[in-house]
């Protein structure tokens, strides 16, 4: 079909044409490139921190919290309260005594090995039957804490992003001195961000007497949460409210997904930029070919061919830059480590999530960019006139 | 039922809108080419040689007026109808060649190949056949950047009569060569028009070329003015 062999002719012509226009064409592949590589650090940083968090939570554990507290910095619970919640209706029971992990946590000072400024990290009170309900709970090295010790486990996000958790140091938070006997893993989550050590030996150390935080307990496969809250609501010296472990840090997750808005705002902000250099580029591109067009449309070349061919220029050199991009996003970003503030202030070690669904979505910028930029342009092409064929100059 | 002649204009008025102005190039110009003619027009700059092969070729649209074409009506065609119709019926020869900087010769010739459906062996053997008519075979595979400017005229010639159109324009096609040279192309389009009957307009300021042609005419002002019987005597 001639629609085809003659659009593609005028396709060929302008892409070999490009080095007539090397400096103006690479300077549209670059802002395309940057704008997607931009988009896609910020969205491959919010996917990364929503799937550490994400993946910390289980279904099958309700977690409950001071009503009204977001977090677990500024909740308590009553020893008292822990028995009474224990005896809530689907929770999952060894035996005979209900699965239940009572927890503390403070805060303590690290010093970041990327910045060597000093950064809360959250220190974690905890029961061996804590550390069953971890899914993926994995000691990497050492052992555990031995219980009613000043002995802590480090989790590897901290050994990553903080100085002086190396297995078998010392380590001092204000009077209290700790021995780090061990590195536990839990497959890359939140909890991988924390300490953790006896939950009596915090709650003496930091005169909290036989008060914790939060609670977390194992549900039966048939638990009903709605039963659960109103077990809570039933009984006036519980004030905890209940979520699943999953809900939870699902919101936590979300934390950051005003970064995924934010870099989406701020590449879009930059896609306009990058529009106009390449609308330049473009229309340079066409009055640098005018005298062509004008031939192959007296040779007799349809107005769609002349469209098309300026079309598919600015796609092309969109699309290389968008590809670039994503693949610098990549080498520069993906699995990239960060640390930033997690819901209690606390540093979460994170790295960068690149997906290809988010490749695809860098990729698609740049096609928009790439349309947009070739659209006036190519219509510019397509209207230039035939006589412009016959004007002096070579 | 065919036609003595391959163009007739009649009453033909072309006019400019720049801005308030009007610029009135043609003004009820009557002009008939026969089937056959190789007709030089000659005039001083400005007199509307230029626009008066545009409206011969279908570039450019005439204000008023008749251009019957072979019989035909071809004034009032839109401008997808004339593109079709310049690709079947007419070919173009530039003064600065026109010729596609990054394609070669071959690629060159072939393009107004491309809008028909001819197969690519099909193709290349016309484009062939046309490089060997302007003796430039051997150069099928050169890159207009290594050819002299006869050489590229004679590819532009190629590009011209390789879909075989009855109507050869010419726009000063000797106007960026030497003497030589061009006394080459304009044999060149003699045999053209000579040997296979191409019908052809040639604007040009050199009086040496258009004794190339079978007839001159001379434009002044948007008309004709008759020096035919003087440039005879004095020939
Ligand atoms: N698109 C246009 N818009 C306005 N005026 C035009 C346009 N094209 C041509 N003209 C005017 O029409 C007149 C005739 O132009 P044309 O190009 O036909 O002259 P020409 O005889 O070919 O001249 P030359 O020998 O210099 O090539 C000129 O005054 C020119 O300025
Ligand atoms: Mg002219």
Redesign the pocket.
């Known amino acids: 079909m001639s629609i085809f062999s003659q659009s593609w002719a005028v396709i060929v012509m302008n892409i070999r044409s490009l080095p007539r226009r090397l400096w103006m064409s690479l300077a549209m592949v670059l802002a395309s490139a940057v704008v997607v590589a931009v988009l896609l650090a910020f969205l491959a940083m919010a996917k990364g921190f929503e799937v550490t968090l994400q993946s910390a939570g289980a279904k099958d554990v309700a977690f409950f919290l001071r009503t009204g507290s977001a977090a677990e910095l500024n909740s308590s619970v009553t020893r008292d309260q822990v028995n009474l919640i224990a005896e809530a209706p689907g929770i999952a029971r060894s035996g005979n005594s209900p699965i239940v992990s009572p927890e503390l946590y403070v805060i303590v000072d690290g010093i970041k090995k990327s910045s060597l400024t000093e950064a809360n990290i959250p220190l974690r009170g905890l029961d061996p039957q804590g550390v069953e309900l971890r899914q993926n709970f994995t000691l990497v090295a050492g052992r555990m804490f031995a219980p009613g010790t000043d002995e802590l486990i480090v989790g590897e996000g901290i050994l990553r992003e903080f100085n002086g958790f190396d297995l078998g140091s010392e380590v001092r938070f204000g009077k209290y001195k700790w021995k780090v006997v061990g590195v536990f893993s839990t497959g890359g989550n939140v909890f991988e961000s924390e300490l953790w050590a006896d939950a009596k030996v915090i709650q003496s150390l930091y005169n909290r007497g036989s008060t914790y935080q939060s609670v977390r307990a194992k549900l039966t496969p048939d638990a009903d949460l709605e039963a659960i809250k109103a077990y809570l609501e039933n009984d006036p010296r519980i004030t905890q409210e209940v979520q699943t472990e999953e809900a939870y840090f699902a919101a936590q997750g979300k934390s950051l997904s005003y970064m995924a808005i934010f870099g989406r705002v701020i590449s879009s902000v930059m896609a306009f930029g990058a529009l106009a250099g390449a609308l330049n580029t473009m229309y340079t591109s066409v009055a640098d070919r005018a005298k062509e067009i004008a031939t192959l449309r007296a040779i007799g070349f349809s107005h769609f061919s002349a469209f098309v061919g300026t079309m598919a220029e600015a796609l092309v050199l969109a699309l290389i830059g968008g590809i670039v991009g994503a693949l610098s996003a990549f080498a520069l970003f993906d699995g990239m480590n960060a640390s930033t503030l997690g819901g209690s202030f606390t540093q979460v070690v994170f790295s960068f999530e690149m997906s290809p669904e988010l490749v695809l979505q860098g990729v698609y910028l740049s096609l928009i960019i790439g349309f947009v930029s070739g659209f006036f342009p190519a219509w510019r092409a397509a209207s230039v ?1 035939v ?1 412009v064929a ?1 004007q ?1 100059g070579r | 039922m065919t036609h003595e002649n391959l163009f007739i204009l009649k009453n033909l008025s ?1 006019r ?3 801005g308030k102005e009007t ?1 009135s ?1 043609f003004d009820g110009l009557d002009m008939t080419i026969p089937k056959g003619d190789f007709l030089a027009i000659m ?12 409206l011969l070729g279908g570039v ?1 649209q005439p204000t008023g007026g008749e251009v019957i074409f072979d019989g035909e009506r071809v004034d009032s065609l839109s401008e997808s109808q004339l593109t079709k119709w310049r690709a079947n019926n007419i070919g173009f020869i530039f003064q600065f060649y026109n010729l596609m900087p990054m394609l070669n010769a071959e690629r060159n010739v072939e393009l107004p190949l491309l809008l028909t459906n001819l197969s690519s062996k099909e193709r290349m053997q016309r484009v062939h056949t046309a490089l060997k008519l302007v003796g430039l075979e051997d150069r099928a595979k050169h890159m207009p950047s290594e050819m002299s400017g006869g050489q590229l005229q004679r590819v532009a010639i190629a590009r011209a009569v390789v879909s075989d159109p009855k109507l050869l324009l010419c ?2 096609p000797t106007g960026d060569l030497d003497r030589q040279t061009a006394d080459e192309i304009l044999q060149m389009l003699q045999l053209l028009n000579r040997d296979f009957g191409k019908t052809i307009v040639m ?1 040009t ?1 050199d009086p040496a070329a258009a004794r190339y042609a079978s007839r001159t005419l001379h ?1 002044d002002k948007g008309q004709f003015v008759e020096k035919e019987q003087l440039m005879e005597k004095s020939a």
């Open positions: 006139p006589a016959f002096g | 072309k400019f809108v720049k610029i190039i005039g001083p700059s400005g007199s509307g040689k230029t626009t008066l092969l545009n450019d726009d000063e604007v300021h434009l």
